[in-house]
């Protein structure tokens, strides 16, 4: 499958309907386990998702209907399989500003991709605590929380470079059986200064870390999108994973 092929651009004009669907959380999920774990059948998502079959059957209906999933190879004749159509969901964000709807799908998507990045660092810590994962991943794994001073256009380029080493070291090491899943929530999110919002404790107050992955204390204070499409969860989620991987 192409780089074309992976990605689903939505458009909030012409995908309305698909992005009205796809704010269920329970179809972001959904469709992020495809992502992940691959083709599935409405009982194995029942499982693991604590939903009830025929709710997961119906979901799935809805996601195949907006071309989200689709069948895949049957495993038996008892009950349909289906499989992700696309790997990532992106989209613009000054587009999806437009309408209510599209901006309501911006809101589930990334609460979907926030509860993908918990469930991920509880699995990647249980994993190392009982040895599934090697000890080689212990030092490159981690979250990195810093507040950089950045131009739209230095932000811009961040996400494109990111993007495209991410798509290098991807092809690089897709045959290599070392390889795991790595979860990457990604976010660029600018913030008014300080004396344009009301002074209160807040989220980046309590962001201003400056911790970077291995736990060191960075130079900068503290801790999706421009022009360019982005991923979304699991939804992109690869992701949720998402919409992670999760939309």
């Not at 992020?32 to 119906?58: H, I, K, N, Q």
């Amino acid at each position: 499958m192409t780089g074309d092929e992976r990605r689903r651009v939505l458009d909030p004009e012409q995908d309305a309907a698909a992005l009205k669907a796809l704010t269920h959380p329970l179809r972001i999920r959904m469709l992020g386990l495809l992502r992940l774990d691959g083709p599935a059948t409405a009982s194995e998502l029942a499982v693991r998702t604590g939903e009830s079959s025929a709710s997961t059957s119906y979901h799935l209906r809805v996601l195949a209907k907006y071309a989200f999933v689709a069948e895949a190879d049957h495993r038996d004749g008892r009950e349909r399989r289906w499989r992700a159509v696309h790997s990532v969901t992106s989209w613009n964000n000054a587009a999806m500003e437009a309408s209510p709807a599209s901006r309501a799908f911006l809101g589930a998507a990334r609460t979907a991709q926030l509860e993908h990045l918990a469930e991920a660092l509880a699995q990647h810590e249980a994993d190392l605590a009982a040895g599934r994962l090697g000890q080689e991943w212990l030092e490159p794994s981690g979250i990195s929380d810093l507040v950089p001073r950045l131009t739209p256009e230095s932000l811009t380029e961040l996400w494109e470079a990111f993007g495209r080493k991410l798509t290098e070291l991807t092809a690089r090491d897709a045959d290599d059986p070392r390889a795991a899943h790595v979860v990457l929530v990604t976010a660029g999110l600018p913030l008014a200064p300080r004396g344009h919002r009301p002074d209160r404790d807040g989220a980046a107050g309590r962001a201003a870390s400056g911790t970077e992955a291995g736990g060191e204390a960075g130079a900068e204070p503290g801790s999706d999108r421009g022009p360019a499409p982005r991923t979304g969860p699991a939804a992109d989620t690869d992701a949720v994973p998402g919409t992670g991987p999760a939309a």
